[in-house]
């Protein structure tokens, strides 16, 4: 394959001392053989590979850039949830009760109603839903709703009864069981580990609704010009509730030969053990699907309120968050991690509140100590930073493995939970590059839309979803175009130790390519939310539009 006639967005860095114009604007043609980059020049240097069998295609002006890494999705989880129930832009809950009505209405009794995304911060009065706002509409299905954060959840009265949860439940540690204040009764909002309470009993997909979902998320990622992700493979969704599940399904449909999309599988810490014993760990990994990494959680969300604060949340001044179990006892995480570190997997830990990030980075700093940079643990999320942790963050060369979309979608009121001066420090994109840190941007689909040209538009404006920023929610943390594009492709290769493979335009890496509908350098900013994916390459191969 020949691309011809286009603006070539490299992403690789320019020589010392060379005096030419940026690569964007002198590359216009790529060759491809073998599902490998060949070639990148200008029309004239790559129309001699033209042959007689070569399929040319006319870019016609627009721009193409390395295929999109995510470095944190939830893959089938977000293909599960394009077919389900989707809360996200339900702005109050007159909307989230018609919408959970219309779905009950297209479900068979009894069955279970999934999905969610709802974010009760976007209504009038910001009240965490009830059971008894959906009992009436859903008498016949167990329900289990999650907020968008995934920190949290709405099961309706039903499924608590057949969790066996009531007012006389303990809270299990690290997670809640929201309660009505002047009754003691469970509201039926569960936070963080309260969730396992009623997702342990949810059934299983079957093996086909699982590849129908896995066959959606292809699409999707697709269609948004994104051609590997880092998937924190939970396996709640997969035929059999695990991890191995969704792991064995990837490498079924990688058999058949309709996997577009590479993995990057990261898997629960507690689990790390049992991959090493039944051999995936140890599996030769191929193009497409590789085990590498592990995760473990230190805290919850802002969102939930449960992300842990070093001082108490402004609008909950008895509150400081919720760290997990494992950090109530810090030896048992080190222990963990120095284990992992030695069998040479990769460190992802979700860190959100400021306590939370300063805690991580001590433990990195004790079990990696200098040679933290080399092992490239990653910190997930990283949210909100104590000032003073940008420059350790920076020494110690961690990744921080971040979601521009998040602050779009949080910036609306994450100053009433924070304040300002803390606020301030918030997914601060500017200050992780200004202080040496490796960024890797991603979307926590389907926590967030996995659209990539979204977390771009939300890194170079800063704008927020209710527009009520114009100039930027703190625009001293916006980032330019190329250094958002760069966390977008090769700061997700170098996540994964794949910076030899990917993440850049270069003879000899793979030829996973997305074409814009725009020039992304020659649009005003605030038009990237509107350009879209027109083609997608993997491996060479046109994946999106299919014919």
């Given at each position: 394959m020949v691309l011809l006639g286009g603006k070539i967005w490299t992403g690789e860095p320019m020589a010392v001392g060379v005096s030419r114009p940026p690569l964007a604007e002198c590359a216009q043609a790529v060759a491809i053989a073998s599902g490998r980059i060949l070639a990148v020049g200008t029309e004239a240097e790559i129309r001699p590979y033209v042959a007689k069998n070569t399929q040319v295609i006319d870019l016609a002006g627009r721009l193409a850039v390395p295929g999109f890494i995510d470095s944190h999705v939830h893959f089938l989880e977000g293909g599960f949830q394009l077919g389900e129930v989707?809360?996200?832009?339900?702005?109050?809950?007159?909307?989230?009760?018609?919408?959970?009505?219309?779905?009950?209405?297209?479900?068979?009794?009894?069955?279970?109603?999934?999905?969610?995304?709802?974010?009760?911060?976007?209504?009038?009065?910001?009240?965490?839903?009830?059971?008894?706002?959906i009992d009436p509409i859903t008498p016949h299905h167990p329900v289990f709703l999650r907020r968008s954060d995934g920190h949290a959840a709405l099961a309706n009265s039903l499924a608590l009864k057949m969790a066996g949860i009531s007012q006389d439940t303990f809270d299990p540690a690290g997670g809640a069981i929201v309660r009505d204040p002047c009754r003691g009764e469970p509201t039926g909002a569960l936070k963080d580990n309260a969730q396992e309470l009623v997702s342990r009993i949810i059934p299983p997909p079957s093996l086909a609704e699982a590849i129908a979902a896995l066959q959606a998320g292809l699409a999707e990622a697709a269609r948004v010009g994104v051609t590997s992700v880092h998937n924190m493979n939970l396996g709640s969704r997969s035929p059999d509730g695990t991890f191995l599940g969704a792991f064995n399904l990837l490498s079924r449909t990688r058999a058949a030969g309709w996997l577009t999309c590479r993995f990057y599988e990261i898997v629960p810490i507690l689990e790390w053990r049992r991959l090493l014993s039944d051999g995936t760990a140890c599996a030769e990994p191929d193009d497409f699907i590789q085990y590498g990494a592990v995760?473990?959680?230190?805290?919850?969300?802002?969102?939930?309120?449960?992300?842990?604060?070093?001082?108490?949340?402004?609008?909950?001044?008895?509150?400081?968050?919720?760290?997990?179990?494992?950090?109530?006892d810090p030896r048992k995480l080190e222990s963990l991690c120095r284990g992992v570190e030695r069998d040479g997997l990769q460190l992802a830990v979700h860190a959100i509140g400021t306590r939370a990030c300063h805690e991580i980075l001590s433990l990195y700093e004790a079990i990696g100590g200098p040679s933290v940079?080399?092992?490239?643990?990653?910190?997930?999320?990283?949210?909100?930073?104590?000032?003073?942790?940008?420059?350790?963050?920076?020494?110690?060369?961690?990744?921080?493995?971040?979601?521009?979309?998040?602050?779009?979608?949080?910036?609306?009121?994450?100053?009433?939970?924070?304040?300002?001066?803390?606020?301030?420090?918030?997914?601060?994109?500017?200050?992780?590059l200004d202080s040496g840190v490796p960024l890797a941007f991603g979307s926590d689909w389907p926590v967030a839309p996995l659209n990539p040209l979204l977390g771009l538009y939300a890194a170079v404006t800063r704008a927020t979803l209710d527009a009520s920023q114009p100039n930027g929610w703190f625009p001293e943390e916006r980032i330019t175009l190329d250094e958002a594009l760069r966390a977008y492709t090769a700061g997700g290769a170098f996540a994964a130790f794949h910076e030899r493979e990917k993440g850049t335009i270069a003879p000899g890496k793979l030829a996973d390519i997305a074409v814009l509908s725009d020039d992304l350098f020659s649009i005003p900013p605030e038009k990237i939310k509107d350009a879209c994916a027109v083609m997608t390459l993997v491996g060479g191969k046109m994946i999106y539009p299919t014919k």
């Open positions: 989707n809360l996200k832009d339900a702005d109050n809950e007159a909307e989230f009760i018609t919408r959970i009505a219309a779905k009950a209405a297209q479900l068979p009794s009894g069955r279970w109603m999934l999905g969610g995304n709802w974010d009760e911060s976007s209504w009038p009065g910001q009240k965490l839903p009830s059971r008894w706002m995760k473990a959680f230190a805290d919850g969300s802002l969102g939930s309120r449960t992300a842990w604060m070093d001082e108490p949340y402004a609008d909950d001044p008895s509150n400081t968050g919720l760290p997990t179990p494992i950090m109530d940079r080399a092992r490239r643990f990653r910190i997930e999320h990283a949210q909100h930073l104590r000032p003073e942790d940008f420059a350790r963050f920076g020494r110690l060369g961690a990744i921080a493995s971040m979601q521009p979309y998040h602050a779009m979608d949080d910036g609306r009121w994450a100053e009433k939970r924070l304040g300002a001066a803390r606020a301030r420090w918030s997914y601060a994109w500017r200050s992780m």
